[in-house]
């Protein structure tokens, strides 16, 4: 999933700089031809209009070193943030989810109002509504990250912990 998110990026930049092409075609362009070289698990497989996407083979490079480079910096960020993940912490892991979900909604009671002041003093932007949905979501992201990701790690230490134990024993 991480890495289709990535080339949906990469594609929508590409479309922009083209004129006349279907955007579809783009997509797939990059998620077919780059499928087995990131080990994409898409339904298709095939292109048969791949020399009208406007995608070239050093945009494939180029996509195929980004995705690998976001992926070594960005991806326990973007796998604390999971949706998926965090059905699997709720239901595995119920007490420190709760305890996740408590600080969040400390920051919330506590610190979301002046960090979103604090960010709209900061840009010149106090009093627009429209910057400060946008401040608010961003403090909100940000918050969720650092909480998330502290019980990612949590969780997965214990786990390869765990793991490592019953290897030694067995």
Same mark, same amino acid.
Request: glycine share 4%; charged share 30%.
């Given at each position: ?92 892991? !119920? ?5 996740? $979900?408590? @600080?969040? #909604?400390?920051? %919330?009671?506590? *610190? ?24 608010? !979501? ?5 918050? $969720?990250? @650092?909480? #998330?990701?502290? %019980?990612?790690? *949590? ?16």
């Amino acid at each position: 999933m991480f890495r289709l998110e990535i080339l949906e990026d990469i594609a929508r930049d590409k479309v922009r700089t083209l004129h006349f092409v279907d955007e579809i075609e783009v997509y797939l362009a990059f998620q077919t031809m780059l499928a087995e070289k990131l080990q994409l698990s898409t339904a298709v497989k095939e292109m048969r209009f791949y020399g009208v996407s406007g995608v070239t083979a050093n945009d494939l490079r180029t996509a195929e070193a980004m995705v690998r480079s976001r992926e070594e910096n960005e991806f326990t960020d973007w796998f604390s943030l999971w949706g998926p993940w965090h059905a699997v912490l709720k239901r595995t892991e !119920a007490d420190r989810w709760a305890q996740a $979900e408590e @600080q969040k #909604y400390e920051m %919330l009671e506590n *610190e979301y109002s002046q960090r979103v002041a604090d960010r709209l003093k900061a840009s010149g932007l106090s009093g627009d509504v429209d910057a400060e949905r946008e401040a608010g !979501a961003q403090v909100m992201r940000e918050t $969720e990250q @650092q909480i #998330y990701r502290q %019980l990612t790690d *949590e969780v997965l230490a214990l786990r390869l912990s765990e793991n490592g134990s019953r290897l030694h024993h067995s």
